[in-house]
């Protein structure tokens, strides 16, 4: 995933954006099971789709740790 390479927490970024989003990113913070047809177990009828819990309270941490952080900044650049 190319958004996962990048450095300055841009990637954190594209992942919170795709969970906002509903973007294809987020699969990979997802666990995937393939459902077969039971007569060809050759034949994918679906996927289904579990986020983890774990990597959700991860990214709303880094998010929120984000965002403490700009506001800081902010602050600091304002003269608070």
């Known amino acids: 995933m190319d958004g996962l390479v990048q450095g300055d927490g841009v990637w954190v970024y594209r992942m919170l ?43 709303t941490q880094m998010a929120v740790t984000g965002l403490d952080l700009a506001l800081r900044e902010l602050e600091q650049y304002a003269g608070r």
């Open 17 to 59: 954006s795709g969970f906002v989003h509903s973007g294809p990113r987020v699969l990979a913070a997802m666990s995937q099971r393939q459902v077969v047809d039971p007569e060809d177990p050759s034949e994918v009828l679906g996927v289904t789709l579990t986020a983890s819990a774990e990597q959700t309270r991860v990214f």
